[in-house]
């Protein structure tokens, strides 16, 4: 499971750094995407670069900027390495949902790589008791065969040109439910990575 999520947590990092040129497969990083590198890095780094300096602020800084400092080291990590643990790469997905989801709404989070995860992401939400979430994002799930998204990108872009019609009303249902929900999810992260912060490997 954690190898499966790394793979496609670094595919999906690699498509977003190279400008959705869709040459994610590439292994070296262009001189380009080693800058993009670097200001993620650097715009993280500065309530530390391990997992306990990091998370000492929890409770003393606002939430969403612990978690966007944690989560764009762990995405350091991820492109330099090519590895993270399974609480780092939960961590990571469950990020990547908000973004997504903020940025561009469902269809957008389904679209990318981001959505190869929202099985796994759907399970960690539930276990990380971010239930308003995982409500909302199972009810975007629906429209999928059986409910859950194909993990392969190909054959979901395919399942969504055919359930499009039907799904769009729900997914812009979803959006306005995620966009008004009341749940801090960046809180509820943040308690998660506490609880597991001995799986938290950084830098």
Same mark, same amino acid.
């Given at each position: ?130 239930? *308003?979430?995982?409500? &909302?994002?199972? /009810? +975007?799930?629906?429209?999928?065969? $059986? ?7 190909? %054959?979901?872009?395919? *399942?969504?040109?055919? &359930?499009?019609? /039907? +799904?769009?009303?729900?997914?812009? $249902? ?7 929900? %009341? ?21």
């Amino acid at each position: 499971m954690d190898k499966q999520l790394v793979h496609c947590l670094y595919f999906f990092l690699a498509f977003i750094m190279s400008s959705y040129s869709h040459a994610a497969s590439r292994p070296k990083l262009s001189k380009h995407e080693q800058s993009l590198l670097k200001i993620i890095d650097e715009k993280s780094a500065f309530l530390g670069k391990t997992a306990e300096a990091i998370l000492s602020h929890v409770g003393k800084t606002n939430s969403q900027t612990v978690t966007e400092c944690l989560c764009g080291q762990i995405q350091v990590k991820l492109f330099r390495k090519g590895e993270l643990t399974e609480t780092e790469a939960y961590i990571y997905a469950v990020d990547r949902l908000e973004k997504e989801v903020y940025n561009g709404g469902f269809d957008q989070y389904f679209v990318n790589p981001s959505g190869d995860l929202s099985v796994e992401t759907l399970s960690i939400l539930k276990e990380m008791g971010a239930t *308003a979430t995982a409500a &909302i994002l199972e /009810k +975007a799930m629906a429209p999928f065969p $059986k409910g859950k998204p194909p993990e392969d990108g190909g %054959k979901r872009w395919a *399942a969504m040109e055919k &359930i499009r019609k /039907k +799904a769009k009303p729900i997914w812009d $249902k979803c959006d306005d439910e995620f966009y008004s929900r %009341k749940e801090d999810l960046p809180k509820l992260l943040l308690d998660y990575a506490v609880k597991k912060k001995a799986d938290i490997r950084l830098p």
